[in-house]
């Protein structure tokens, strides 16, 4: 099946995907210098009252899920890219389906119909 998708939108794709990429890689960056024991530098001045420490623990924790939303975000921003590459860009990987271009505008990650999912 050849791709649904005009060589003008998968290049436009591409470019929104590598632009989503430069982000993406920016934050986990921005992420790794903040990393977890910022909060305790702070408290440190501080009795470790057992709210701080919940409060600190809280802290981490949130960001450690936000450390892996961004890199599993970053591992399909590079399945996407591969896709592209091998010409099945927007195509449902469930059905073959072609994918709506509305719906790569929204989610250019997509892998599947919105139905599907």
């Known amino acids: 099946m050849s791709n649904p998708l005009s060589t003008e939108k998968l290049d436009y794709f591409k470019e929104q995907l590598l632009q989503l990429k430069k982000e993406t890689e920016e934050e ?24 701080d420490m919940g409060t600190e623990q809280f802290e981490q924790q949130r960001d450690a899920g936000l450390n892996l939303m961004l890199r599993d975000r970053l591992q ?40 599907e999912e």
């Open 28 to 51: 986990i960056q921005t992420e790794n210098k903040t990393g977890p024991n910022e909060s305790v530098q702070e408290l440190a001045n501080y009795d470790n009252h057992p709210a």
């Open 76 to 115: 399909e921003i590079n399945a996407a890219l591969r896709r592209i590459e091998d010409g099945t860009y927007g195509i449902s990987e469930k059905s073959g389906k072609p994918i709506p271009v509305e719906r790569l505008e929204v989610m250019p990650t997509a892998r599947n119909l919105v139905e």
